[in-house]
């Protein structure tokens, strides 16, 4: 049988450490607050002989981290956002790694095919738009021409990465006018070059 309820660990030394009150006035909550963390399992805490509770300061540390990265991520209006939207998962994981890498003040967030991509953009609202043609249930023509068909959309910057020729792009109509078109494999110099301009003009826009 588990002797320590859920959320409270075997005792750290003293010194990393803390009271319920003290991890209340480090996160900015009551104490009841800093229980409810401990129960549901955010705070590593204990108790000790006499009954009293412990918090891990390393937990509330990791606690607060947590916080301010979700914060930044939600809410951080000098961020450029990138969405990514490729059917292949693991195309889509590699321009999260090599954008992730260049260390620029964006985030991004990605999408398996046009139909996902439009509830993102209604929601978020993106700067910077990087998307396949080929995709199912709806193709990237279909997505673009509906997309563009939003005027409070045109002024994000889209750009096409496909592995298919400009003749069969042509073929399939074209692209709406001012989209950039790459071609696979993905030109992660020039990507890189592209999305460091649109960071760039945000910053100066809100300056």
């Given at each position: 049988m588990d002797d320590h309820p859920h959320g409270e660990v075997a005792a750290p030394a003293p010194e990393e450490v803390c009271t319920t009150s003290e991890a209340a006035r480090l996160l900015g909550v009551s104490n009841t607050s800093v229980q409810i963390m401990v129960e549901r399992?955010?705070?590593q805490a204990w108790r000790t002989q006499?009954?009293?509770?412990?918090?891990?300061l390393e937990s509330i540390q990791a606690l607060k981290a947590r916080r301010v990265a979700?914060?930044?991520a939600r809410s951080d209006p000098?961020?450029?956002?990138?969405?990514i939207v490729e059917d292949d998962e693991s195309l889509a994981g590699l321009y999260q790694a090599r954008i992730k890498a260049w260390e620029l003040p964006l985030?991004?967030?990605?999408?398996?095919?046009?139909?996902?991509?439009?509830l993102i953009i209604e929601r978020n609202r993106p700067d910077v738009l990087i998307t396949d043609l080929r995709m199912q249930p709806m193709s990237g023509f279909e997505f673009l021409?509906?997309?563009?068909?939003?005027?409070?959309f045109n002024s994000m910057t889209i750009i096409v990465v496909t592995g298919l020729s400009d003749d069969e792009v042509a073929a399939e109509g074209g692209l709406p006018k001012g989209v950039v078109l790459y071609h696979k494999p993905a030109p992660f110099e020039k990507l890189q070059g592209f999305?460091?301009?649109s960071v760039l003009r945000k910053q100066l826009a809100q300056s």
């Open positions: 399992g955010e705070l006499g009954g009293h509770r412990r918090v891990s979700g914060l930044r000098d961020l450029l956002t990138v969405l985030k991004t967030l990605t999408a398996g095919d046009g139909l996902e991509a439009l021409r509906k997309l563009r068909s939003y005027p409070e999305i460091e301009a």
